[in-house]
């Protein structure tokens, strides 16, 4: 069984940065074969990509996070993170990571196979 477990969320004023955790665990899960990405969903909203990255290390960012995000894994600890700066209220969301088992990169909740259960941030104007 996979487990995906963000952390790092929490209440960040607006201008303010974040870098969020997502430790992968399982017992046949290569993480390194792994396409990883960090989605967000407001309330009454839809889930939507912020970032994503291969297993090869190519990346995607959402066009409101370009310049204001990075997406970085380390295969060594199973873990990929989401830095983000200058925050604007309307982050406000919660932030999931998902791992693809294809090893590739999509803004589509539908290509990933695993997720793990969110965490809140909340960024106050």
């Known amino acids: 069984q996979v487990q995906l477990v963000e952390s790092g969320g929490g209440l960040v004023q607006a201008g303010g940065s974040l870098r969020l955790s997502c430790a992968v665990s399982?017992?046949?899960?290569?993480?390194?074969?792994?396409?990883m990405g960090w989605f967000r969903q407001a309330p009454g909203k839809e889930r939507e990509l912020v970032a994503g990255i291969s297993r090869s290390g190519s990346t995607l960012y959402t066009n409101s996070m370009k310049g204001r995000s990075t997406i970085s894994r380390d295969n060594a600890k199973n873990t990929v993170y989401l830095q983000m700066n200058s925050l604007k209220p309307e982050g406000t969301s919660v932030y999931y990571c998902a791992a693809d088992d294809g090893g590739g990169v999509y803004a589509y909740t539908a290509n990933y196979d695993y997720w793990g259960r969110g965490a809140q941030v909340t960024v106050s104007s």
């Open positions: 399982g017992r046949t899960f290569t993480f390194s074969r792994y396409g």
